[in-house]
């Protein structure tokens, strides 16, 4: 991924494909998400804790909608969730 890293923290899971779109030019920007992933290792909710939005947010928020993940460090039926906050800086 061009121009983009993230920070998972949290969550307790390991994360098995995580697609992220490069970046777009010379962006900088940072966002900070609440992630929900099910037992299954599916994203079931994201919250933005970021303040403010811009016009590329809606992007970056549907990428990690496809983000999958392994079992959890319990192995329980339950939803885990963390905190991930993906930075995009000019290459």
């Known amino acids: 991924m061009k121009g983009v ?3 998972l923290v949290g969550l307790g899971r390991a994360a098995l494909n995580t ?6 030019g010379s962006l900088q920007a940072s966002y900070q998400l609440r ?10 909710g994201l919250e933005s ?3 403010g939005t811009d016009a590329f947010e809606p992007v970056v ?9 392994g079992p959890g460090r ?3 039926p339950r939803t885990n969730a963390g905190t991930i906050t993906i930075l995009y800086s000019p290459e």
Do not use: A, C, H, T
Not at 19 to 24: D, E, V
Not at 35 to 44: A, K, L, R, S, Y
Not at 61 to 69: G, N
């Open 5 to 7: 890293k993230y920070v």
């Open 19 to 24: 697609p992220l779109p490069n970046n777009p």
């Open 35 to 44: 992630m929900m992933v099910d037992p299954q290792g599916n994203v079931v």
């Open 49 to 51: 804790l970021s303040e």
């Open 61 to 69: 928020i549907d990428s990690l909608l496809r983000w999958r993940f």
């Open 74 to 76: 319990d192995g329980g």
